[in-house]
């Protein structure tokens, strides 16, 4: 299973409006794998859904994008505490900002980090 968090303008999520969730429906249709698209924030639903994916022996990778990745870094963080198996983290431009939206500690997962940088 893939879960996709999505950034701040992604808090539309549940009309279907978003990059992450865009992605998401794209990858499902292309792939034929179950997704999951959740707006950031949504860490309680991401922990539901890492902890029922496990249960089915399906592995799970998290995607977070700007704000997103923030919290797919603490879902991930979580699972390896709770001993539930994460496949990989990619964050896309994720956000720290002044909300203390940061990384602490070794990757819980092999990690992907992808940042634009536009100037280079």
């Keep these: 299973m893939e879960i996709f968090i999505g950034g701040g303008g992604d808090d539309l999520g549940f009309l279907n409006f978003g990059v992450m969730a865009d992605y998401a429906r794209s990858y499902a249709a292309r792939t034929g794998r179950r997704v999951l698209s959740v707006p950031h924030a949504g860490t309680s639903r991401v922990r539901r859904a890492i902890a029922v994916a496990s249960r089915a ?27 539930l198996p994460v496949r990989g983290l990619i964050t896309l ?28």
């Excluded at 070794?106 to 992907?112: E, K, S, T």
């Design 93 to 120: 431009d994720p956000v720290g900002g002044p909300l203390r939206r940061r990384f602490e500690g070794p990757a819980p997962a092999f990690w992907l980090n992808v940042e634009a940088r536009p100037s280079s």
């Design 57 to 83: 022996g399906e592995g799970v990778s998290l995607i977070g994008h700007s704000w997103g990745g923030p919290d797919a870094w603490r879902a991930a963080a979580w699972a390896v505490r709770a001993v």
